[in-house]
């Protein structure tokens, strides 16, 4: 019956999907687009049935499928519960411990945000974990659309290297398809880049704009409050650029610069605000996990600029740099070695092709993504003590680094140089 059931539900979301006006008029043709979105449903049923068969029970997808089916059947017996209990504390503390990582209102609640979205699905899906996982991932197709539109303004002329940045980068694709937070993370990522970018192209901040932008940057606060401290200066040097005639550059170094002093020492001037010990917090949440089969070695951090300074260049190696091709603790991160592997090959192919086509990206837009990208890395780098987890937290960032570097690369110069070389043997 689950069968027939996810059948019928894939046509209606599927005839949904081509008559949305946002993915309609986004300039992919039907059968690609549809194409596009099966590929987006098959990799949640993959990586849920990888969860369950491979991982077992207590995986994160499965758990929280399983939660969201208690708030639906909590939604038939108390109603009235169902709709505030994600507004209630149970813990002695109340609504305090805002950053921690463990035991507070707030760290739950960037599960229960998709326990209850989940619950909604379950009114129709009877608790399927992949009719959810269907419905899941048609709400964050949007965010491949978004992606898509913002690259396609900058580069026209290269959709097909668009839409594989965009929709087909293999671990975006995967690690945004389960029912995890992951998804809403880089659903509301895409939203906020969208429309900041849209109301500085138009140089016009419309009431519809500014509340996506507001509840996306709160929503991605509440997910992964780390990724609200590499937004905001980024966001913050991006936005000023384009408002003043001030040089992109010394712009956004004078921000960082800045914004550097101020996370060392604003503890010493309002004491209550630590932005180093939320990083302390979240490396010692993840060190006292149990050690999984991809550990890997983490400095503990101190809340000072020499210990995160020293630390630095090993944070950046593992979030840039590893898996190694040759660092195999298990036989499932071969994939994620090969595809980083690929990705810095083609950055060398960027840098060797002969043209430098990121001139004709938008300044300010780039340099944003550069220092977004690099700001969260290096936390992920920081805290993240196993290569999985670093893979599938990076995976939802790469987007905004892969797809430029697709589309500047020179590839008929690339060509014609093979063709000569090839003709000289």
């Known amino acids: 019956m689950n069968y027939l059931l996810f059948a019928f539900y894939l046509v209606i979301v599927c005839s949904l999907m081509l008559r949305v006006p946002f993915i309609k008029n986004a300039g992919i043709s039907p059968g690609i687009l549809l194409s596009l979105f099966l590929l987006k449903i098959l990799a949640g049923i993959a990586l849920g049935w990888i969860a369950i068969h491979i991982y077992g029970p207590g995986n994160d997808y499965w758990d929280t499928n399983d939660y969201a089916l208690e708030e639906y059947q909590l939604l038939q017996t108390d109603p009235f519960k169902y709709l505030i209990n994600i507004f209630t504390s149970d813990y002695q503390g109340g609504y305090s411990g805002m950053f921690s990582s463990g035991d507070s209102y707030w760290n739950d609640l960037k599960g229960n945000i998709v326990i209850k979205l989940v619950s909604v699905f379950n009114i129709f899906s009877r608790g399927n974990y992949y009719i959810n996982s269907l419905f899941f991932n048609f709400i964050i197709f949007f965010g491949h659309v978004i992606f898509y539109r913002l690259f396609i303004k900058m580069f026209p002329a290269k959709q097909v290297w668009v839409i594989i940045g965009c929709f087909l980068l293999p671990s975006t694709l995967y690690f ?25 192209i138009k140089a016009h901040y419309n009431s519809r704009k500014v509340l996506l932008i507001i509840v996306s940057l709160a929503f991605l606060f509440l997910l992964r409050n780390f990724i609200c401290l590499a937004l905001l200066p980024a966001l913050f040097a991006w936005i000023l650029t384009t408002k003043t005639t001030w040089p992109a550059l010394p712009v956004f170094a004078s921000v960082y610069l800045l914004g550097g002093l101020l996370v060392f020492n604003i503890d010493t001037m309002v004491q209550k605000i630590k932005p180093l010990e939320i990083i302390i917090a979240k490396q010692t949440e993840y060190l006292k996990l149990e050690k999984a089969a991809t550990q890997i070695e983490l400095t503990p951090l101190q809340p000072t600029f020499k210990s995160f300074a020293s630390s630095a260049p090993q944070a950046i190696n593992h979030s840039f740099l590893r898996p190694y091709i040759w660092e195999l603790p298990v036989k499932s991160i071969l994939p994620v070695s090969l595809e980083l592997l690929a990705y810095q090959f083609l950055i060398l192919l960027l840098v060797f092709s002969g043209r430098n086509d ?40 790469l987007p905004l680094m892969i797809t430029p570097v697709l589309c500047c690369i020179n590839w008929k110069n690339l060509a014609s140089k093979f063709h000569i070389k090839n003709n000289k043997m």
């Open 358 to 397: 990121l001139k004709s990206i938008n300044k300010p837009f780039l340099l944003f993504s550069l220092c977004f990208i690099f700001a969260v890395f290096l936390i992920i780098g920081y805290i993240v003590p196993n290569l999985g987890s670093l893979a599938r937290y990076r995976s939802l960032y």
């Open 176 to 200: 945004s398809s389960g029912i995890h937070k992951d998804g809403l993370v880089f659903l509301m990522l895409a939203i906020l880049i969208y429309c900041v970018y849209q109301s500085i």
